[in-house]
């Protein structure tokens, strides 16, 4: 089978396509026959043998994967289901989803929702898992629709469009944030009400806190952009923080939180409990207008991973990217 292989020799890591036996994949319950995988941050990370996300070698790269079982030895599932897995591991401990075939056990794997096709379950992957997750922790901090504005950061990227696309079909007023003022009317036109400029979210406030603006927040970038959101929250807003594409360190004051009792809310899409695993991808069946989800995905074979690998670290990918494993 065909697969992305990474190494590691002398702490240099080398990563490849290669032809390795189906034979070489670990001991599990579950073998999946792999249509596609996705394109995340993580991923670009992986690929292009940069260190935090690989943590044991050998690895085969991508954290998501949809496909078909072909052999099953749990009651749980049969051969010919259509299962998606994200996250829960792949990629970073566990052999991902840039392969023709991958081995898991049940407990990980979950069955597709009949509403959503294989390919359209990685035009998701991790990335909408995260914005949905994200979604429904500001509903569970009191997040309702027909209050004030709902930030999206990186609103271009793969997880700030999904999200973007969810919040406006639930009738939130959205506001996106981009570095890319050439996309204003891609997210118009999945649902944003208002653009604003990234730059304008990174000045440091002089007084620590300001107006009340924002009555949440699906923040994946982090750095600079997480502090300049949060004198600007709503007494008892929300931030829910997915990502630190803007760098994982911030400085800010503590009024946001003790003056109008706002919440950080961090999002961790890879250990996930399997009831609410399914919560979210019901949730995603329902709440994520799939003909949007088609508009803002394209397809790349397997070969061209590399190449998207580097776009996506360096800002230059719009939406989502479904790596094709078998083309």
């Given at each position: ?82 299962v998606v897995l994200t996250g ?171 003056l109008r009792g706002v919440n ?51 800002g230059q990918v719009r939406g ?8």
């Amino acid at each position: 089978m065909r697969a992305i292989f990474a190494s590691q020799q002398d702490g240099k890591t080398s990563v490849s396509l290669q032809e390795i036996s189906k034979d070489q994949l670990p001991a599990a319950e579950v073998l999946v026959h792999i249509a596609y995988s996705s394109l995340n941050y993580k991923d670009g990370l992986a690929i292009t043998g940069k260190p935090g996300v690989i943590r044991k070698f050998p690895m085969i790269p991508g954290i998501d994967f949809a496909g078909t079982v072909e052999e099953s030895s749990s009651s749980e599932f049969q051969p010919g289901d259509p299962v998606v897995l994200t996250g829960a591991g792949a990629s970073e401990t566990l052999w991902g989803g840039y392969a023709e075939y991958a081995r898991w056990n049940a407990e990980n794997l979950l069955k597709l929702p009949a509403s959503i096709s294989l390919k359209q379950s990685m035009a998701i992957g991790t990335a909408g898992f995260t914005a949905m997750q994200s979604v429904i922790a500001l509903e569970r901090h009191g997040l309702q629709p027909g209050g004030r504005e709902v930030l999206v950061t990186g609103a271009a990227g793969g997880v700030g469009s999904v999200a973007v696309a969810i919040l406006g079909k639930l009738g939130y007023k959205v506001a996106a944030s981009t570095g890319r003022p050439e996309l204003a009317e891609y997210l118009r036109g999945l649902g944003a009400s208002e653009i604003v400029d990234r730059a304008a979210l990174t000045v440091p406030s002089k007084a620590g806190l300001e107006k009340e603006r924002w009555g949440g927040v699906i923040d994946s970038v982090g750095g600079t952009t997480l502090a300049g959101i949060l004198p600007a929250m709503a007494n008892g807003a929300s931030v829910a923080s997915c990502g630190l594409a803007g760098g994982a360190a911030f400085s800010a004051t503590v009024l946001p939180f003790i003056l109008r009792g706002v919440n950080l809310l961090g999002i961790n899409s890879v250990r996930v409990a399997p009831t609410d695993r399914h919560e979210i991808w019901a949730r995603l069946s329902t709440d994520l207008p799939l003909a949007l989800l088609d508009s803002m995905t394209q397809v790349a074979p397997l070969g061209q991973v590399f190449d998207w690998g580097e776009k996506i670290l360096a800002g230059q990918v719009r939406g989502r990217v479904v790596i094709d494993v078998n083309s």
